[in-house]
């Protein structure tokens, strides 16, 4: 938003919210492990499973009771549940493949982190949809979102770098302060910017645009 503004100083920023009573949950989760990550995501070349997967492997070597959830349509065939098992993660890794919505809520509820490895993102739903349900948040920087939500609501790493995804990760996990901290902001960022106030923003702004009839 920030950058789109030196362009053209007039844009807005509307970001596409999400039905907060669907997701809406405490942000209060174990302070212990298991550990639990969720990523919702489809399994793409975008989203960049791989580095959040190498991540994964470094993690387990200092916390070995950790889980990830991977929610979402499968694309590559199969291949990122072959680098798991390679890895040597395939007992941490759970795929669940397309899920309803009311069957992803619970894994937003139970996650300590929820976790965005993509190389890019034009908005990011499931960003708000964990948000919304007390999820603090741990995302690359190449998320339109972030820069609205950080450093308050959400902590970024560099893309493409399993490294610092897995100390950034580490640091949250041993800091449950810090956790209860960035959910409370993301719930309250969710439901400021939730799906009723999205409709209003497009709503005035074709009020605007569109003249009306007489």
């Not at 009573?21 to 302070?31: E, H, K, L």
């Not at 976790?115 to 690359?140: K, T």
Request: glycine share 6%.
């Amino acid at each position: 938003m920030r950058e789109a503004t030196r362009i053209r100083p007039d844009i807005q920023w509307i970001p596409t919210g999400v039905d907060t009573t669907i997701f809406q949950g405490s942000i209060n989760r174990t302070c212990g492990a298991p550990w639990h990550l969720v990523q919702v995501a489809g399994l793409n070349k975008v989203k960049d499973q791989e580095t959040l997967l190498k991540a994964v492997r470094q993690v387990a070597t200092v916390c070995p009771h950790i889980t990830l959830d991977c929610i979402g349509v499968d694309v590559l065939n199969g291949r990122v549940q072959a680098l798991a098992h390679d890895l040597g993660i395939a007992d941490l890794v759970r795929f669940h493949g397309v899920l309803a919505v009311d069957e992803i809520a619970p894994f937003y509820h139970k996650a300590h982190l929820f976790v965005q490895s993509s190389l890019h993102e034009s908005m990011g739903a499931a960003v708000l949809e964990a948000s919304a349900a007390g999820s603090p948040n741990r995302r690359n920087q190449r998320l339109e979102l972030f820069a609205e939500m950080a450093p308050r609501a959400a902590v970024a790493v560099p893309v493409s770098d399993p490294g610092a995804l897995a100390k950034g990760i580490l640091e949250l996990l041993k800091d449950s302060r810090r956790r209860e901290s960035l959910a409370l902001a993301a719930r309250n960022f969710a439901r400021t910017y939730g799906a009723d106030w999205t409709v209003a923003q497009f709503e005035a702004m074709y009020s605007q645009l569109v003249p009306h009839s007489h």
